[in-house]
């Protein structure tokens, strides 16, 4: 417990993008299946995505991460709750440690280390090398595009039983690509990268789950890459409620040293 939580300290901003992802509940039934339709224009596919996105108030429930540094890995199950559009919070067992996002400030503290840091999304989005900020966390949560797709023409194809979208114009610092599944037209992958700087940021929605008619995503996989390291985080969520009462219970515990970013 010990290992993983000082791994939390050193790479937060990658493990803070995962554990805020989507849960799912018992009783759920996975989503499988879908055929893709060829003649789809990436108008249509883009505006279909947006149809389906999720409509839920607020979502409780917990989220298995396992995390891998290439060269040691460990396991955790963390409780997960989350306003739509006003709050992300998160807590390891026994609270040892805890975060609360919303969408002006990003707050963690660790009991192991008696310190915290408080403050906005600069230091996120430096150490994912993109800016980040609220609305993309929640978007990653809920299997929606990190951008608007609506913002930009797209061109279409179909790769692995998918629609794959990819900007008619790519930027020259970043290059997106995006694979949406055929059966509700959520996220398959998304993907983020850096070429000049050999950053890469991949989302891969391994399958999604029908939880009171919404979709949301069931199994996840992280992987983030800098020159010749890579991080990976799998995550499986499980329990979750939706739109029951929840709270946000945090306090940046007294005598704690602020941590120097």
Not at 11 to 37: E, N, P, Q, R, W
Not at 152 to 160: C, L, M, N, P, R
Not at 236 to 254: A, H, M, Q, R, T
Request: with cysteine; proline share 3%.
């Amino acid at each position: 417990m010990t290992k993983f939580l000082n791994m939390m300290k050193i790479k937060y901003a990658l493990l803070m993008v995962a554990i805020v992802f989507m849960a799912s509940c018992k009783g759920t039934k996975v989503i499988s299946g879908g055929t893709v339709d060829a003649k789809l224009s990436s108008k249509s596919v883009i505006k279909a995505h947006y149809q389906n996105e999720a409509g839920f108030k607020t979502l409780a429930g917990r989220v298995k991460i396992n995390y891998s540094d290439g060269e040691s890995s460990q396991g955790v199950s963390v409780s997960l709750r989350m306003e739509k559009d006003k709050a992300i919070w998160m807590s390891a067992p026994l609270g040892i440690v805890k975060a609360y996002i919303t969408p002006d400030r990003v707050s963690f503290y660790n009991k192991l280390e008696n310190e915290y840091f408080d403050g906005d999304f600069s230091y996120l989005s430096d150490l994912l090398g993109t800016e980040v900020d609220f609305s993309i966390l929640q978007n990653l949560l809920t299997g929606q595009a990190i951008v608007d797709l609506r913002d930009e023409k797209y061109d279409i194809g179909i790769s692995e039983d998918t629609y794959r979208l990819t900007p008619k114009q790519q930027g020259t610092l970043y290059k997106t690509l995006f694979q949406i599944e055929p059966k509700n037209f959520k996220m398959a992958l998304q993907q983020l990268s850096q070429p000049a700087d050999k950053r890469l940021l991949e989302i891969a929605y391994k399958n999604y789950q029908s939880i009171d008619k919404e979709v949301l995503p069931n199994e996840i996989m992280v992987k983030a890459i800098s020159k010749d390291k890579m991080n990976t985080i799998d995550l499986e969520f499980k329990n979750l409620e939706l739109n029951g009462k929840v709270n946000f219970p945090y306090s940046i515990p007294k005598g704690f040293n602020e941590i120097e970013l």
